[in-house]
């Protein structure tokens, strides 16, 4: 690996639903560099490592293998129903929460796996067919220790480059209360062996924004501070007027899902994303008195501050608004912002093991 170049890094957060955002914003920067250059835009042919969480590990995965944004915006908006439930049969979970997630991830699971099978030849995609460097936290219940599945772009890297693409898109999105933990389970190419990894759950839980993971990889893989850049996209925070957000009382109800605030679930991956943003904005500033190493970091986040959105809404008001919040954001962008990350394409990425 040439370590003497830049290395540039797209960051994509968790949120449920609300990957719509980045999705948007995403396609319309496709679109907006296409026109530019000249010539249809990949996305993972400018970023030499992708990082998401969660909903925005569903993108990344995506992208990395060779989707559009504008595909992948589209798989969202057709299948929001089909994945977390149309808004009125959502009433009658509110007791059966109590013993059992909200959610099968059955249609989740059949759609991913559609999706993904067809970047790969014998249509059973596995994380090594990505096209740039991948990074996808995770977390096992089990242990209780984080995981970052990974693409073979160290010589090291040899645990998870075989996972199915899907598999580790189900494993990083398994949110508490909605979805059941994830069992990874899958066999070795050409071999007759297993692998599994247990009760896998969503890593919007430790990276829920996952630009401090894309920073260490890319300081692991030998590059300096001034290399690095990062883009982060958000998928929107609930900043609720005090008078609509009120306490949760003791009981499980209103601490779980059915709080008329902000839910335990989503203030613990809404608090990560916005203590990681912090850190980042500090280490961009100059890590040193002389401020003389500085990574290039650019943060686009959105809010909700009339009425919330939660990571399950799927009535087409709330889809109307997330993609209209998501197309505002890329619209209200400072281009000069961005255009240094697409000032040209990374070199190819060649992963060490291979299918």
């Keep these: 690996m040439n370590t ?21 914003f995403l396609s319309k920067l496709e679109n907006y560099l296409s026109k530019e250059k000249g010539e ?3 996305l993972n042919e400018y970023f030499d490592l992708i990082c998401g969480t969660s909903t925005g590990g ?9 989707m559009s944004a504008k595909e992948i915006h589209q798989l969202y908006e057709e299948n ?21 997630p909200k959610y099968s991830r059955n249609n989740l699971s059949d759609i991913l796996e559609k999706a993904f099978s067809q970047y790969s030849d014998d249509n059973d995609t596995r994380l090594a067919h990505s096209k740039t460097r991948l990074c996808i936290p995770t977390y096992n219940a089990s242990m209780g220790k984080t995981v970052v599945l990974k693409t073979s772009h160290h010589i090291g890297l040899v645990r998870d480059y075989q996972v199915p693409a899907y598999q580790v898109a189900l494993a990083t999105s398994a949110a508490p209360i909605y979805f059941t933990p994830y069992h990874i389970n899958y066999k070795i190419k050409k071999t007759t062996n297993e692998e599994s990894l247990l009760n896998m759950i969503d890593g919007g839980i430790f990276a829920n924004n996952p630009s401090l993971v894309g920073l260490s990889e890319a300081l ?8 690095i850049k990062i883009l982060s996209i958000g998928t929107g925070l609930n900043r609720l007027k005090p008078k609509q957000n009120k306490i949760p009382s003791k009981g499980v109800f209103s601490w779980l ?6 839910p335990l679930v989503e203030m613990i991956l809404q608090s990560q ?37 939660d990571l399950d809404d799927t009535s087409d008001e709330k889809i109307e608004e997330l993609n209209t919040k998501g197309e505002n954001m890329f619209n209200y962008a400072d281009k000069t912002l961005l255009l240094p990350f697409f000032d040209n394409k990374i070199e190819p990425y060649k992963p060490f093991n291979l299918i």
């Design 80 to 100: 929001a129903t089909q994945i977390f439930g149309s808004p009125n049969k959502k009433r009658i979970l509110m007791l059966k929460q109590l013993f059992r």
């Design 273 to 309: 994303s916005e203590i990681t943003e912090n850190i980042m904005k500090f280490i961009a500033d100059g890590i040193h008195t002389d401020k003389g190493e500085r990574i290039y970091y650019q943060r686009f986040q959105t809010y909700f501050t009339e009425k919330k959105i």
């Design 220 to 227: 692991a893989l030998g590059y300096k501070f001034d290399q």
């Design 4 to 24: 003497d170049k830049e290395f540039k890094i797209l960051c994509i957060d968790g949120g449920g639903i609300r990957g719509i955002i980045p999705s948007k």
């Design 257 to 262: 899902s059915l709080s008329k605030g902000i």
């Design 58 to 66: 569903i993108i990344a995965i995506g992208l990395g293998l060779g």
């Design 40 to 42: 249809e835009i990949k």
